[in-house]
């Protein structure tokens, strides 16, 4: 069968296509081949994408100064009404791939989706429903809303009070979590991490990303803590994981040093403190996996309220030198653990990892408009 629900995405930060395939995999546990995911900025422009990007992640990673102001004129009204303009082989791409899919509705992981939408709408050449799914947090740029759509899907009630407080129809939105990969749905209770109280050693995950200041430092410090289990995921930089696997050989206690890994969700749950910047996908992954997060680095704009949200909820830590990374794990497993235990306990209510699923449901309730339709009737009504 062809595919019914299109859901767009872009390779602009961890989050979009993080959240894409979690939800595709969501819609296709059920009917498989009913959901596709597809980047048109990828597909339409390859080698001008692969160039925007790298400048983007060059920005925000060695220039945050630059990208705050960058994030702020985005914010602006008319900002992607005017953008969409230079998006032509952009729109051609996308014009062609619906007629070709058909489908019966198309969720957004992408804020920049709604205005092509909207400007194909206006032309008479669109009327498919059409969902975003918001990846940020409370600090959320107007691009997710100023276009327009059928409905939003916001990952919490904090996000959810600033879009209605911008003017957004309360009726459309949907706070459901952020949509995560299903690893954490199925392995709930299953692959766990041992309590603090029974007095196992604490044990932190560091997860250095791109552009992550003080690495070699924070990862220096966390090793001479001789009585934590270290695991420290560096990605594909071989000269720093040489240098940290000839320090972790000399620890008496296990210390693990992983280049780029697949394996974040289970380590998130089987370790009790990860250190790392507040990227969308990580913070929401640590949320459902009730992992209790130490950022040590925020990007600014979006990766603030990422942050913020942590903070507000008493989840977490912000702690961006090596030294105050290591004053707030100490302070977290101190006095038997107390501090994380309080971390945890905040975690608790916050995390859903059945977001997805809960997404995909209501997408299709939606689109079908039968609200209190089973999963089993949603489905049917795909095939």
Known sequence: MRPRILIMTAAYGEGHNAAANALATAFNDDVPGTALVVDVFALSCPRLNALIRRAYLATINGTPR???????????????????????????????????????????????????????????????????????????????????????????EDSAEVMRAAGVDPSRLHVTGFPVTPYFRKNEGIVTRPELSTGTAPRVLYIVNSGTRNAEATARLLLAEG?????????????????????????????????????????????????????????????????????????????????????????????????????ALRAAFGDGGRGWSAYRSALEPMARPDAARTIAAQVLSLVNGGAGQSRAGLSAALR
């Not at 969720?107 to 050449?125: D, I």
């Not at 974040?264 to 969308?280: D, E, Q």
Request: one cysteine or more; charged letters at 20%.
């Open 227 to 327: 009585d934590w289990e270290i695991t420290c995921t560096v990605g594909r930089d071989e000269s720093l994981r040489a240098k940290l696997l000839g320090l972790a050989a000399q620890r008496s206690r296990r210390a693990e040093i992983l280049g780029w890994t697949d394996q974040i969700p289970r380590l998130l749950m089987t370790h009790h403190v990860v250190v790392s910047k507040a990227g969308g996908a990580t913070t929401q992954e640590a949320i459902a996996a009730r992992c209790p997060m130490v950022v040590n680095q925020v990007v600014p704009g979006q990766e603030e309220g990422n942050c913020e949200l942590l903070l507000r909820h008493g989840a977490g830590a912000l702690a961006t030198t090596p030294e105050a990374v290591l004053a």
């Open 66 to 156: 630059l990208w705050r102001h960058a994030y702020a004129w985005m914010d602006r009204p008319g900002f992607m009404t005017s953008g969409v303009r230079m998006l032509g082989p952009q729109m051609r791409m996308l014009e062609a791939i619906i007629a070709r899919e058909r489908p019966a509705a198309i969720c957004s992981t992408f804020p920049a989706y709604a205005a092509l939408f909207k400007k194909l709408a206006r032309e008479g050449r669109f009327a498919i429903p059409h969902f975003n799914i918001v990846t940020d947090s409370i600090s959320i740029n107007s691009v997710w809303w100023r276009p327009g759509c059928d409905g939003w899907f916001v990952p919490n």
